[in-house]
């Protein structure tokens, strides 16, 4: 089946200070890439979708200054954390999907987890 | 606006049967999923319902009623491994497809 990767798995940095994270899928071009957050014991809430290429579609109430989106290629897609803080930490999970999939299923990538000290 | 329901909480027991209730009021209907989600992963494809009926996969089933704006999983022969969190999830008519996913339920299921 489709593989999408994350990379950190997690993460833990200062107040104050950006983060990368970056989501790739391995074996398929994905046309659209989709970012979620998910707190302890809640379920997803997406934050953006982002199509290759173009600009991400962000989700009312997520600042796209904050959450800076980018899916420069149909392989890769990654979402920088600015000047994060304590409130940031989070479990964020990303997926991609393509034409052609049953479903048009969303693949995820094993989340990675940010700490923000 | 987007609202999709769930029951927070259930138990049950191993080799029992549980069904998992879901309820929606979305902008559109173009399909709804239900995923599965162990604790610090990512979650899993279990069923995918565009259709008024049931789908049968093994021992998870999974039924869709597009009038009432309801479906459910239904989980034969528990499994302890099946202990965890099933996330139903509703693309609604609009584009690039984004998934708008329900409150989650928390099975346990115990010996």
């Known amino acids: 089946g489709a593989v999408v990767s994350q990379h950190p798995s997690w993460v833990i940095c200062k107040s104050g200070t950006s983060v990368k994270i970056e989501c790739r899928s391995l074996d398929f071009q994905a046309t659209t890439m989709f970012w979620y957050r998910q707190f302890p014991k809640q379920s997803l809430m997406l934050m953006a979708t982002s199509n290759e290429g173009s600009k991400a579609t962000y989700e009312q109430g997520v600042e796209k200054d904050k959450f800076l989106i980018n899916h420069a290629s149909l392989t890769l897609s990654t979402l920088t954390v600015t000047s994060a803080h304590p409130e940031d930490s989070s479990f964020y999970i990303c997926?991609?999907?393509?034409?052609?999939?049953?479903?048009?299923?969303?693949?995820f990538g094993p989340g990675t987890r940010l700490t923000v000290l | 606006g987007q609202n999709i329901d769930q029951p927070t909480e259930m138990t049950a027991t191993e080799g029992a049967i549980v069904q998992i209730n879901c309820t929606y009021q979305?902008?559109?209907?173009?399909?709804l999923f239900w995923y599965q989600q162990h604790a610090g992963e990512a979650p899993t494809f279990l069923s995918y319902?565009?259709?008024?009926g049931l789908e049968e996969k093994g021992r998870f089933s999974s039924f869709l009623s597009r009038s009432k704006g309801y479906s459910y999983l239904l989980l034969k022969e528990l499994q302890m491994k099946d202990s965890a969190s099933y996330l139903c999830?509703?693309?609604?008519?609009?584009?690039?497809?984004?998934?708008?996913f329900g409150t989650g339920t928390r099975l346990l299921v115990s010996p």
């Open positions: 319902n565009v259709l008024d």
């Open positions: 997926s991609a999907t393509t034409s052609g999939i049953s479903y048009n299923e969303q693949f």
């Open positions: 979305t902008s559109g209907f173009n399909g």
């Open positions: 999830a509703v693309r609604p008519n609009t584009g690039f497809q984004k998934l708008v």
